[in-house]
DNA sequence: CGCAGCTTTGAGAATCCTCAACTATTGTGG
DNA sequence: CCACAATAGTTGAGGATTCTCAAAGCTGCG
């Protein structure tokens, strides 16, 4: 008796309050477990899926791509993240969800959570409430690469992503796994992989952070957040009561 | 008989399907109309509300705001919007949500429309799309902002400005109003007053667009659209059956 | 008329990009 | 385990975009 979506209800509870019986109708859906490689595309522009993405192992991102193929990613997913659980209500992509690292991932029914969130409003609520965390941290992204630059994204990102780590994983991490290449982090920064190259050097020349083989760690924990001005307040990591 | 959310139900219908029970469900949902000066912020971070901003007349934006004070806008609400519609799945504000013009806005109890959504889970599905509708326009617009200049990014704006106007007033618009101020348009585009200024004025000189007392006309569509590389597709504007 | 807010213009500086070459790491077949 | 190829990362230099600071025109309104 595999439980599919033990590790995305991890996620939702971060997030909302549910009943016994409401977790325990999550925890009843199955899905299947699929294999993918790195690079490979599990949801198109104009793909009609049936099935949202729970990212099981690797890192999943969501990409805008503009004519001509150039793509910028707006979204990466960790697991126990679901990746398109838009795609419940808006079937039709309008954007790329991609494999980033090789990735194991639950092709979880939309018809089941339909389902689910239909008899248990609460649950309902609560996926909700999932997409608005997914905005909120857009919003706020938005707000940094607007106004900031590559040395504040970077700081920023690599804040939310041991924050997000760390709630995923247990315990706030200095010590994570970042296992994208410049490339890819160019694509989510909007950076050359050049001047990302040198603003990544900057940062471990002060001492703020080291790398190892796509391994980062974090050393002054505080000047990285002052630099990045950050606040975890926009990641909605308070369980709301449904 | 006023019914409030008569408006709002146009804008859910350019994306969800409803039946006569579920649009009357929604009709007879009563609502307080407010009047409020622009710059006057609605909802502020750590705001508890119990209601959501429709917009009735003007223009509302949702920014972040930084340590400091200085904001970004991440969102423009015309009206026919829901504005803070993600609040009443998350009752506390992460972020701003500002009167960018004089505006009247209907404060729609959560609890109304929390009731209505767990009623009939078709409209549930409905305002969750919506909320989809708008984190869709914002990884569109991460990926504008993070790869584009900033002419590109205005020319970005004004098309889609232009459709979302025409979608809620009917016919695409060439000329429309933009009630903002530079400093305004800047804190949205991510740019100075300043570069705005020029970018602006070099649209005019190159006859794509002009203005006048702020309000935008468009000579040139095509050019505009091949600027900014636009394509609408992410405003999800073809109904989905629920 | 005169003030306050908005917009335009100018000039120098900072950030970031492009192109290009070079080095390091990873992966593969022998 | 080595050799080699492919991928990834680093470094350098010149140029484009955008910012900052500062001052001068506009516009609308009391």
Redesign the interface.
Known sequence: MSRPLARYLNRVESRSILSDEERGALLAIDAPLKRFNARWDLVR?GDDTNFACLVEEGLVG???V??GG?R?T??LYIPGDMADL?S?????A??VITALTDCAIYQVPHEAL?KV??RY?GV??A???D??????I??????V???KDTRARIAHLLCEFSIRMGAAMGGGRSTFDLPLTHEQLSEV??ATTVHLGRIFKSLRDAGIVTTDRRRVTVLDRDQLARIA?F?S??L?L?P?PT
């Not at 419940?88 to 039709?92: E, G, L, Q």
């Open positions: 522009p969501r990409a805008e503009f004519a150039s910028n707006t979204a838009h419940v209500a808006v079937p039709r309008a954007w339909r969130a239909s409003p309902g609520l996926l909700w409430r997409t608005i965390a997914d905005a909120s857009m919003s706020k992204w938005i707000s690469i607007s106004r920064v909007g001005q606040d307040e926009y909605l308070d709301t």
